[in-house]
């Protein structure tokens, strides 16, 4: 079974991490937060301020008007006004200029320029005007400047959008980095789960110490891993006892009919033992499913590539036979004539009873290669890695073959690739280590007896 690429060669995508999702929102909402709290507390200042300043207006205006409805303070009347300073000015009831302050540089006996307005500016400087009955001298006019509150309302506007500002970013990297240490769990968990082979073995994954959602995710999926596990294995048993089941009558089925065809040349009994050799090798892959890629063993043999050649020629008729096969394999050759045969035998399948089914065997200094190539339409190009998955089959068989050839190439320390070939069809390649013996001596003795000299039973693929 492929498996995946582990996540410290693919890390996800920034804009598809699920931190950076949570510290966007987080940015969002604590932006949005701080925007109205700042919006609120700004309105509440200004609206103080605003109010402080009216409330100094208003009292300067009546201390000025108190001093003109009452100069000497006795009530008396026909007194001359007080002297008047700053931006005030008095207004009699036609709306002329009684007295006014130097700053305002009006003309006594003019009509007032400002009687109805309460914001206005004066030589460039913003002013708030209010007013006051001054008695028998008509209406006390006053006014502040504003400058300094003008000043302050703009101060704190800039304040707010300088946060506003410099906060999502800022929020930004803080949700970013919180993210990552409470993520950090989930996503070790994450790249352990992704090394996890389901065709070896299905290991829990650790828990943090933290209790808490993360903590709730990954006990829920060990549970789940627990449960696969257990239905694996009653698979795994029920395969095998159903494998053991068959094994016995079609081991007895393929003698019989081998003894038939050994005393007759009936077409028929010559393909019904094709048939039974079907059948056979369909058990053996069922049972190697079954007992899984961790309990295959190969046991090593230095034996003539012709012998290997008789064996896929007696097993798939029609083969044809290309390369130099006069060299020596180090091999199980039991293992590698049930590949071997499995590749074969789905290229006769696509190829048709007419079509070819070549061979191809090369060798190098480091590597043994076989090709099978067929005359088929090839393999489908939306299978892929998939067609060396069990169950999985673009010829129409059981779909377990390839798999079971690729685990063994696998022992032997090699590889299984598939492909289409050039000139049309399909295209396997198998490739094992070339035999890299020790010294002369073993070398002299192998070669004495190629057939019957093992190199080692239950040696490991590498």
């Not at 068959?246 to 007895?252: D, I």
């Not at 048939?275 to 295959?296: H, N, P, S, W």
């Not at 061979?359 to 088929?376: A, N, R, Y």
Request: hydrophobic share 45%.
């Amino acid at each position: 079974m492929t498996r995946p690429a582990p996540l410290e060669s693919a890390r996800v995508a920034w804009r598809h991490s699920l931190r950076f999702r949570l510290a966007l929102v987080y940015t969002l909402l604590a932006t949005v937060v701080i925007g109205l709290v700042g919006v609120g507390i700004l309105t509440l200042l200004l609206r103080g301020m605003d109010g402080q300043f009216q409330a100094r207006l208003d009292d300067r205006a009546e201390a000025v008007a108190e001093r003109f409805r009452d100069p000497e303070g006795t009530g008396s009347l026909g007194q001359k006004p007080p002297p008047i300073s700053g931006y005030t000015a008095i207004v009699d009831e036609e709306g002329r200029v009684v007295a006014a302050s130097a700053f305002l540089q009006l003309k006594l006996g003019e009509p007032f320029p400002y009687a109805d307005q309460r914001r206005f500016p004066i030589l460039g400087t913003p002013m708030r005007a209010a007013t006051r009955p001054a008695g028998d001298f008509g209406t006390v006019w006053v006014a502040l400047p504003e400058d300094d509150l003008v000043n302050a309302r703009e101060s704190a506007t800039r304040a707010l959008l300088l946060a506003l500002l410099l906060t999502p970013g800022l929020m930004l990297v803080v949700g970013w980095w919180v993210g990552r240490r409470a993520l950090a769990d989930l996503s070790e968990a994450a790249d352990l789960a992704d090394r996890i082979d389901p065709a070896r073995s299905v290991a829990t994954l650790p828990l943090p110490e933290r209790e808490d959602e993360v903590h709730r995710l990954l006990a829920a999926l060990n549970r789940l891993l627990v449960r696969i596990e257990a239905v694996q294995a009653r698979e795994k048993q029920l395969l095998g006892q159903i494998v053991h089941e068959l094994g016995a009558p079609l081991t007895v089925l393929r003698a019989s009919l081998t003894r038939a065809t050994e005393r007759t040349d009936d077409p028929e009994v010559a393909r019904a033992a094709l048939v039974a050799d079907e059948l056979t090798f369909t058990t053996q892959d069922l049972m190697q499913l079954a007992r899984g890629q961790l309990e295959m063993k190969v046991a090593w043999h230095f034996i003539p590539a012709a012998t290997l050649r008789g064996r896929l020629d007696r097993l798939v008729p029609g083969t044809t036979f290309a390369g130099d096969w006069g060299g020596m394999l180090l091999c199980d050759p039991d293992r590698l004539t049930q590949a071997l045969r499995n590749l074969l035998a789905n290229a006769r399948r696509a190829a048709g009873p007419e079509g070819e089914v070549t061979l191809t065997l090369s060798e190098t200094p480091g590597h043994v290669t076989f090709t099978v190539q067929d005359s088929g339409p090839g393999l489908p190009p939306e299978l892929g890695e998939r067609i060396f998955e069990p169950f999985v089959s673009g010829s129409g068989s059981s779909g377990l073959g390839l798999s079971v050839s690729r685990q063994i190439a696998a022992l032997h320390g090699g590889t299984l690739t598939a492909g289409n070939a050039p000139g049309g069809g399909a295209e396997f390649v198998l490739t094992l280590p070339g035999p890299e013996l020790g010294d002369e001596e073993d070398e002299a003795e192998i070669a004495d007896h190629p057939e019957d000299t093992p190199i080692g039973a239950g040696a490991p693929a590498s």
